[in-house]
């Protein structure tokens, strides 16, 4: 039996370092609820990162059983929703859901994972009763990539080709569902325009107004915590000169930034432009596998989210 009731759930979806952060605090201020068990604030986001703990705890499980994990590029096998472990995360997910948002009208919640996992949450939308709508956080790859440098050490290359796959694979699976495209600097120079963009693309009414919450979403979207805030390289062959970019990947990531409209305070997809870019770098794929991460170290669910581990035997028994 559903739990919810005419629930409306807003997922904030987009590639780490793209304003998935921003946007969520944004909605927290307005009053969406985002649930219990968010993860803690780091020295990377002194002002938190907004994402759900569950979620975050299941996507690493998921991604462990699939042999992958955060820092990869390549798209998940093509049967990997059939696998047997799937409607048990399902289940999960569905559970802690109800148990958080009962009852609200409005919530949401973040994590850059579902970028690759979406596919697994119709059916827990569906569970609960709940109408998804999606917001897809956009920011200059070339902005992303000099955040990934500082804050990870990962090469410019890399970081153009963890883009765009996230990136690709969040526009596909939120295709044809209700979504909205939000830049990242266009929340911090104009959260008010914004909030009220998303509030009537998506049919949504905000339990805070901006009014009463602009001091605190004025102290919270603090410019100056803008990570590499340098101006992006405006063109592929800039990159290459500056950043020695394979020419390639400049050319697929800035095309792609624009197709979904970067640049824009009220951007618009252009689906035939991003499905040829998916075409060449689906075909590219065997040439690119040089640059292709290793899984980290040491990387377990208590080094993502304390408290997870409660979570490890089940959740990556089949890895």
Same mark, same amino acid.
């Given at each position: 039996?559903?739990?919810?009731?005419?629930?409306? *759930?807003?997922?904030?979806?987009?590639?780490?370092?793209?304003?998935?952060?921003?946007?969520?605090?944004?909605?927290?201020?307005?009053?969406?609820?985002?649930?219990?068990?968010?993860?803690?604030?780091?020295?990377?986001?002194?002002?938190?990162?907004?994402?759900?703990?569950? *979620?975050?705890?299941?996507?690493?499980?998921?991604?462990?059983?699939?042999?992958?994990?955060?820092?990869?590029?390549?798209?998940?096998?093509?049967?990997?929703?059939?696998?047997?472990?799937?409607? %048990?995360?399902?289940?999960?997910?569905?559970?802690?859901?109800?148990?958080?948002?009962?009852?609200?009208?409005?919530?949401?919640?973040?994590?850059?994972?579902?970028?690759?996992?979406?596919?697994?949450?119709?059916?827990?939308?569906?569970?609960?009763?709940?109408?998804?709508?999606?917001?897809?956080?956009?920011?200059?790859?070339?902005?992303?990539?000099?955040?990934?440098?500082?804050?990870?050490?990962?090469?410019?290359?890399?970081?153009?080709?963890? %883009?765009?796959?996230?990136?690709?694979?969040?526009?596909?699976?939120?295709?044809?569902?209700?979504?909205?495209?939000?830049?990242?600097? /266009?929340?911090?120079?104009?959260?008010?325009?914004?909030?009220?963009?998303?509030?009537?693309?998506?049919?949504?009414? %905000?339990?805070?107004?901006?009014?009463?919450?602009?001091?605190?979403?004025?102290?919270?979207?603090?410019?100056?915590?803008?990570?590499?805030?340098?101006?992006?390289?405006?063109?592929?062959?800039?990159?290459?000169?500056?950043?020695?970019?394979?020419?390639?990947?400049?050319?697929?990531?800035?095309?792609?930034?624009?197709?979904?409209?970067?640049?824009?305070?009220?951007?618009?997809?252009?689906?035939?432009?991003?499905?040829?870019?998916?075409?060449?770098?689906? /075909?590219?794929?065997?040439?690119?596998?040089?640059?292709?991460?290793?899984?980290?170290?040491?990387?377990?669910? *208590?080094?993502?989210?304390?408290?997870?581990?409660?979570?490890?035997?089940?959740?990556?028994?089949?890895?």
């Amino acid at each position: 039996m559903n739990t919810y009731t005419s629930s409306v *759930a807003l997922c904030v979806l987009g590639m780490r370092r793209s304003g998935t952060s921003a946007i969520a605090g944004l909605l927290h201020y307005l009053g969406v609820d985002l649930g219990k068990d968010l993860m803690p604030p780091g020295p990377d986001n002194p002002k938190g990162f907004w994402e759900y703990g569950h *979620a975050v705890a299941i996507h690493i499980g998921m991604l462990e059983v699939f042999s992958t994990y955060d820092i990869d590029f390549l798209p998940l096998a093509g049967n990997w929703l059939n696998h047997p472990d799937i409607p %048990w995360y399902q289940e999960y997910l569905a559970n802690a859901l109800r148990r958080d948002f009962s009852g609200k009208r409005l919530w949401a919640f973040k994590d850059p994972r579902i970028c690759r996992l979406l596919p697994v949450w119709p059916a827990v939308f569906s569970a609960i009763g709940a109408d998804p709508r999606f917001i897809l956080a956009l920011r200059h790859p070339d902005e992303v990539a000099g955040s990934l440098l500082a804050r990870s050490g990962i090469g410019y290359n890399e970081a153009l080709l963890l %883009w765009l796959g996230h990136t690709l694979e969040a526009e596909l699976h939120t295709r044809g569902r209700r979504r909205m495209v939000v830049a990242y600097e /266009q929340v911090l120079s104009d959260w008010r325009g914004q909030a009220a963009r998303i509030a009537t693309g998506l049919g949504v009414n %905000w339990p805070n107004s901006a009014a009463s919450a602009a001091k605190e979403i004025n102290a919270f979207l603090d410019p100056a915590l803008r990570h590499n805030r340098a101006a992006p390289m405006t063109t592929p062959d800039l990159a290459v000169a500056v950043h020695g970019a394979d020419r390639r990947l400049a050319v697929w990531a800035f095309d792609l930034h624009r197709s979904l409209g970067g640049g824009s305070a009220n951007p618009a997809v252009k689906e035939t432009d991003v499905d040829r870019i998916r075409h060449e770098v689906d /075909q590219a794929l065997p040439s690119l596998m040089h640059w292709r991460l290793p899984r980290p170290a040491g990387q377990r669910f *208590a080094t993502e989210y304390k408290g997870a581990e409660r979570m490890v035997d089940r959740t990556t028994k089949s890895a």
